[in-house]
């Protein structure tokens, strides 16, 4: 069982990690946005999917 500590320590990182991802799409294209940019083809759309999965 996960105690209080280790919750609140969770919550508050998927908080920074979600806030963060957001700032980094605010004002960005839809095409920038879809772009791939590594050579497995993750985009900043396909790690929001992933985030919003994840939690």
Do not use: C
């Not at 919750?7 to 998927?14: D, S, Y």
């Not at 990690?17 to 960005?28: F, I």
Request: positive net charge; charged residues 30%; without cysteine.
């Amino acid at each position: 069982m996960i105690d209080e500590f280790a919750k609140g320590n969770l919550h508050g990182r998927l908080r920074r990690d979600r806030k963060a991802l957001l700032w980094k799409l605010d004002g960005l294209s839809e095409y920038d946005a879809r772009r791939p940019l590594t050579a497995t083809g993750t985009n900043l759309i396909g790690l929001v999917k992933h985030m919003a999965t994840v939690e």
